[in-house]
């Protein structure tokens, strides 16, 4: 069975610029989630989807957005880019929607730099 | 809010050296817990993971106990590899369970 997927794996854009990043998860996966990490941060929840609605959301400004499609697919978005939005972008799958014992699966992230 | 709280490394060991790391957490209710590993350049590998108070995760020769009197989740091997080398972090998923909370890692060196 495939893993998860992140599109594409490195990522370079200028600040003010926006950017599109894609998950696909493991087949039969329903439930999508994001995290960023950084050095400074750490790992940090961004958002999660499930049957193509935003069911939780982490701290971040409104320039982050997400979506997920009636496949699972999911991508997020980032506009307007600042220095420090370079990250490892995550993306992690689970079966169902998230709940307190669930595993999530994660991909090998997208690396993107702001410059 | 849920916190994890892990030793900082980095963690430097010979081969077939003890590992710990330890990892407390702050939550309300009963949370799930976990190990993941990142290697170089790769994304997160759950490790292992326990659901209860007592419970024990084990894998590939790492264990870790669910301590709710000591809110803890230490994790252990007792013969480290080089291939062992990577960062590991500890987690939490609470009652809510809606997102997964880290701690902020700690690497560990092997060397031969």
């Known amino acids: 069975k495939a893993g998860v997927t992140q599109t594409p794996r490195y990522l370079i854009k200028t600040r003010g610029q926006q950017v599109t990043l894609s998950c696909s998860p493991i087949?039969?996966?329903?439930?999508v989630s994001w995290y960023q990490q950084t050095p400074g941060q750490g790992l940090q929840f961004l958002f999660e989807?499930?049957?193509?609605?935003?069911?939780n959301k982490g701290n971040f400004p409104g320039r982050f957005s997400g979506r997920q499609f009636s496949n699972s697919r999911s991508e997020m978005n980032v506009s307007t880019l600042e220095l420090g939005d370079s990250a490892l972008y995550l993306c992690?799958?689970?079966?169902?929607?998230?709940?307190?014992?669930?595993?999530?699966?994660f991909g090998q992230g997208t690396r993107l730099t702001v410059v | 809010g849920d916190s994890v709280t892990q030793m900082e490394g980095p963690v430097t060991l010979s081969e077939e050296a003890f590992l710990t790391i330890n990892c407390t957490y702050t939550?309300?209710?009963?949370?799930?817990l976990f190990w993941y590993v990142q290697y170089p350049g790769e994304g997160l590998q759950l490790l292992l993971k326990?659901?209860?108070?007592?419970d024990k995760g084990s894998n590939k020769g790492f264990e870790a106990t669910y301590r709710k009197e000591t809110t803890s989740f230490h994790l252990e091997k007792g013969s480290v590899q080089v291939s062992d080398s990577a960062v590991y972090f500890c987690?939490?998923?609470?009652?809510?369970?809606?997102?997964?909370?880290f701690g902020g890692g700690t690497r560990v060196l092997v060397k031969p």
């Open positions: 992690a799958s689970s079966p169902r929607q998230e709940s307190i014992n669930t595993e999530a699966f």
């Open positions: 087949s039969g996966h329903r439930s």
């Open positions: 989807y499930f049957s193509e609605t935003q069911r």
């Open positions: 939550a309300t209710g009963y949370p799930s």
């Open positions: 326990a659901t209860k108070a007592d």
């Open positions: 987690a939490l998923r609470g009652a809510a369970g809606n997102k997964l909370t």
